[in-house]
């Protein structure tokens, strides 16, 4: 897949190396492709990866993957320009001062966003777990589960292919709408790591009878 990473923290840097090391063309967008924090996660990414503005790394790419605060998620939104037909991964999580949901039960974050690309082929994946489990999500040889939510069926099953290449178990959480539960146990997680104190090697695994 030809994918770009709109971002520059923690989870764009492990999804984008990982994905560029196993085969994938990937495309680290940025207003300021050449800044040092920019041309930081082209290190050990190998040769499939490289950067460019935000709108050039979208329009060379079929998946689009938004690895960034959710407050600055419109923005760069925008800045991709036209995103028809193209499939838009939402990792990011509203999330207000005191560990809050910025939303109310009635909507989500990703349906925010989907809202404003609707000729997009939508997903919410990659937003429940912190980037160490992105890099390795496999604990004591069982993989740790990524949920994925969404309306569109193609979106779906590259999302489910991207995080199964990185090692996880995948669990289809119906539509879109249930990224307002996606967004939760985002929260959850981390209030269980940096205020309850277990720390951010933890991971969310669905064990079935």
């Given amino acids: 897949m030809k994918i770009a990473i709109i971002g520059t923290g923690q989870v764009a840097a492990a999804l984008g190396r990982r994905w560029a090391n196993k085969g994938h063309i990937v495309t680290f967008a940025s207003r300021e492709p050449g800044a040092e924090r920019v041309l930081a996660l082209l290190e050990g990414a190998g040769p499939n990866a490289s950067a460019a503005r935000v709108a050039d790394a979208a329009a060379r790419s079929s ?77 004591d040889g069982q993989p740790s589960t990524m949920f994925v ?32 539960h996606l967004e939760n146990l985002a929260l959850l997680w981390i209030h269980l790591a940096n205020v309850v104190g277990y720390g951010r090697d933890i991971s969310f695994r669905l064990l079935r009878r």
């Fill in 63 to 139: 998946v689009i993957v938004l690895a960034v605060p959710f407050t600055a998620a419109r923005e760069r939104v925008e800045m991709a320009g036209d995103l028809s037909g193209k499939i838009v991964i939402d990792c990011t999580n509203p999330i207000a001062p005191g560990l809050r949901p910025m939303f109310d039960a009635g909507t989500s974050g990703a349906e925010q966003i989907a809202a404003r690309v609707p000729r997009a082929r939508f997903v919410k994946a990659f937003n429940t777990t912190g980037a160490e489990n992105m890099a390795d999500p496999v604990y």
């Fill in 149 to 180: 939510c969404g309306d569109d069926a193609m979106a779906k099953g590259a999302a489910t292919q991207l995080a199964e290449e990185l090692g996880f178990e995948v669990v289809d959480a119906g539509g879109l709408t249930a990224a307002r």
